[in-house]
Nanobody, 122 residues
Framework: QVQLVESGGGLVQAGGSLRLSCAAS????????MGWFRQAPGKEREFVGA????????RYADSVKGRFTISRDNAKNTVYLQMSALKPEDTAVYYC???????????????WGQGTQVTVSS
């Protein structure tokens, strides 16, 4: 059974930083592109960023480029999202997903975590 478990969310002031983690089990982690998405109240789930199988390739949404960094540790079956210079508009539930083909499209992601809340106060 595949499980993705996010952690690290919380309340932070604008300009602050948080590091999210997503621990995976039940799948060959190194064979999946891992992505981070977020969903704010009343909005659709949106792409934040993704990282390739080896970690050498990443892509980001324009809204987070230069502030967020994705990394992965295949030995620990974990993907991370380092968030810096946080803004109130970054407030959302953050989800990690696993895909065989990756990219920014929701439909490419086969497995999802339960999400972790990030709240940025102004």
């Amino acid at each position: 059974q595949v499980q993705l478990v996010e952690s690290g969310g919380g309340l932070v002031q604008a300009g602050g930083s948080l590091r999210l983690s997503c621990a995976a089990s039940g799948l060959t982690f190194s064979g999946y592109v891992m992505g981070w998405f977020r969903q704010a109240p009343g909005k659709e789930r949106e792409f934040v960023g993704a990282i390739g199988w080896t970690g050498s390739r990443t892509r980001y949404a324009d809204s987070v480029k230069g502030r967020f960094t994705i990394s992965r540790d295949n030995a620990k079956n974990t993907v991370y999202l380092q968030m810096s210079a946080l803004k109130p508009e970054d407030t959302a539930v953050y989800y990690c997903g696993a895909a065989t083909t990756g990219g920014s499209e929701l439909r490419n992601y086969k497995y999802w975590g339960q999400g972790t809340q990030v709240t940025v106060s102004s």
